[in-house]
Structures are given as structure tokens and as C-alpha cells.
């Protein structure tokens, strides 16, 4: 297990500490351990995270929605299109410079490339 060292503890927290793990039947160190667990467990309720403080107004809403309603100020965008092309071929592996892959390719996958 890690441990910790808490140096310039001031007396008087140390003093709390010690009346508090008294009266909970606990040593000191054990009740520091309890009391880190208990405060890293879970988050505190109605605590946030920074990223879910300025998410929150936006949760109900999906990407699309928010862009949309930065561009309704300005009355929407409209962007030209370019005209589609048709693609390149696919590549050729029928000549006799593949025939060496070819030979060396296990029959399985032979037989699905023939089909």
C-alpha cells in the first residue's frame, strides 16, 4: 500500500483529528484514511466539473441544433457545390509482374480472389 507523509499539520487540526478519531474508536491514521475515502468516493451533490458546467445549457440540444442556430442570425449559409467526378479505375493486378504473389499466395485465398 502507498503512504503519505502530511508535514506543517497546524496543532489545532491535528488536535481535532486525534478527539474525532477518539470518538469514532479509530486511530488517527485510520480515520484520515476513512475520511479521504469518504471525500474521493463519489462527488459532492451539486458539484460540477468545469467541462459539465458549460455543458449543461447545451445538453438537450444535439450538434446539428447549435450550429444551426449560429448561422440563423446571418440567415443561413449556402455553399456551392462542386460538380461530382466520376473515381479513378481500381488498379490492374492481372500481368505477369504479380504472377511471383500470386505463387506465393496461400490456395485459400486463391480460390475466393478467383471467385
Known amino acids: 500500500m502507498a503512504s503519505i ?3 506543517n499539520l497546524d496543532e ?3 488536535a481535532r483529528l486525534r478527539v474525532r478519531a477518539a470518538q469514532h474508536g479509530r486511530s488517527m491514521e485510520e480515520e484520515v484514511r476513512v475520511m479521504l475515502r469518504e ?14 458546467r458549460v455543458a449543461t445549457p447545451y445538453r438537450a440540444k444535439s450538434l446539428a441544433e ?5 448561422f440563423a442570425e446571418t440567415g443561413g449559409l449556402d455553399l456551392d457545390l462542386p460538380p461530382r ?5 481500381p488498379p490492374d493486378f492481372s500481368g505477369p509482374e504479380y504472377e511471383a504473389y500470386d505463387e506465393k ?3 485459400s485465398r486463391k480460390e475466393k480472389r478467383q471467385e
Open 12 to 14: 489545532g487540526l491535528k
Open 5 to 7: 507523509t502530511i508535514r
Open 85 to 89: 467526378e466520376m473515381g479513378r479505375d
Open 105 to 107: 499466395m496461400p490456395s
Open 39 to 52: 471525500a474521493l468516493a463519489a462527488p459532492q451533490e451539486g458539484s460540477q466539473g468545469f467541462g459539465e
Open 66 to 70: 447549435l450550429i444551426r442556430e449560429d
